[in-house]
Nanobody, 125 residues
Framework: QVRLVESGGGKVQAGGSLRLSCVAS?????????MAWYREAPGKQRELVAS???????????SVKGRFTISRDDGRDNAKKLAYLQMNNLKAEDTGRYYC??????????????WGQGTQVTVSS
């Protein structure tokens, strides 16, 4: 079982910035673990925002390209992985609850069993 703890959300005005942090911990983490950030806006399905593989390859939702940057820190403890999401030039449509997760296929949202509490991001225009 993986434990996920997200933090760093808040309320900002459009154009502002936030940095989200995620700690993923487990007694066993697969060798293939792409870390990813997701968000869920009111009335919408959870969507993949950004992902970063172990070799540093990143992918972004088109609407956040050039504004968001995902990074990860694997450290020396294989039982813990860290991920960050730097969000700049925030827009009202970025509002939502943000979650992180890790696995071989981040786009396969329905396959994830465990989720953290997420962290709320609210952007006012």
């Amino acid at each position: 079982q993986v434990r996920l703890v997200e933090s760093g959300g808040g309320k900002v005005q459009a154009g502002g910035s936030l940095r989200l942090s995620c700690v993923a911990s487990s007694e066993f983490i697969s060798d293939i673990n792409v870390m990813a950030w997701y968000r869920e806006a009111p009335g919408k399905q959870r969507e993949l925002v950004a992902s970063v593989s172990q070799n540093g390859n990143t992918n972004y939702l088109d609407s956040v390209k050039g504004r968001f940057t995902i990074s990860r820190d694997d450290g020396r403890d294989n039982a813990k992985k860290l991920a960050y999401l730097q969000m700049n030039n925030l827009k009202a449509e970025d509002t939502g609850r943000y979650y992180c997760n890790l696995g071989p296929r981040p786009e396969n949202i329905g396959a994830f069993i465990h989720w953290g509490q997420g962290t709320q991001v609210t952007v006012s225009s």
